[in-house]
């Protein structure tokens, strides 16, 4: 009997809190329903046009992917805790040790975030993209990957090469092919007294005689030096990016090979030493 008066009056307690403060509840409920289902709404609206904005910049798709994972987890954290303090319940206790948590965990992982705050970077900005060819940080090749911490070269020689992306993005890059074309650079030697004019005629000629050599802006051909043992001609001309080692090693061996036959001498270092009888 003790037992049923105690019932009743848990109910009786509970009718009483339903009927005083279950309006307030019903509607703070209602209201956290209503932000809960309008905020992931827009949160699927602003995935979509972040996802359309990133599709039109040509974003790389593994950081398009993840950059929208991570966006859309970070909204909708943020929008659980806005439902639960509508609701009443205490949140602030939580945050402060989410935030030294992250702190925490940041501090930890230092070097890590650089190289994943620069791959992100490398993947927004594109200083370079995979099969170029590159001299960074110390390093030269192709490039074969580029995750999110680091980038993968493949050396001329078949050597792979890791970089970490934080300096990779900080720091020195030349890009042999962000341009479509490249200038090629010689210095050919002729002894004192040979013919200036016929060396620069034949050096001329080997160089219209090519077909990967532009003809606009033409090539350049002037003395450059009169060295110790050598007048030096320097040569420049234009060529496709992806001819410029084929064509300077030709044409190496071209001035080589005729240049004797032009009554040239090709020089070397020497020494006169003149001796005197005391």
Known sequence: ??????????????????????????LKLLGALVVLIIGLWIIKAVMNKVGKTMEKKDTDPSLRSFLKSMLSITLKILLFISVLMMLGIEMTSFIAILGAAGLAVGLALSGTLQNFAGGVMILLFKPFKVGDFIDAQGYMGVVKEIQIFITVLTTPDNKTIIIPNGGLSTGSLTNYSAEPTRRV???????????FDKAKS???????????IFSDPEP????????????NITTRAWVKGEDYWGVFFDMNE?????????????????????????
């Open 254 to 278: 071209k001035f080589y090979k005729n240049a004797d036959k032009h009554g040239l001498s090709i020089p070397f270092p020497q020494m006169d030493v003149h001796l005197e009888k005391t």
């Open 220 to 231: 350049f051909i002037a003395l450059g030096e009169m060295a110790d043992s050598s007048v």
């Open 185 to 195: 650079d010689w210095s050919f030697g002729i002894a004192y007294g040979d013919d």
């Open 202 to 212: 034949m050096i001329l000629d080997l160089l219209k005689s090519d077909k990967r």
């Open 1 to 26: 009997m003790e037992k049923m008066d105690g019932l009743t009056v848990q109910a009786d307690e509970l009718m009483k809190w339903l009927t005083t403060n279950g309006m307030a509840w019903g």
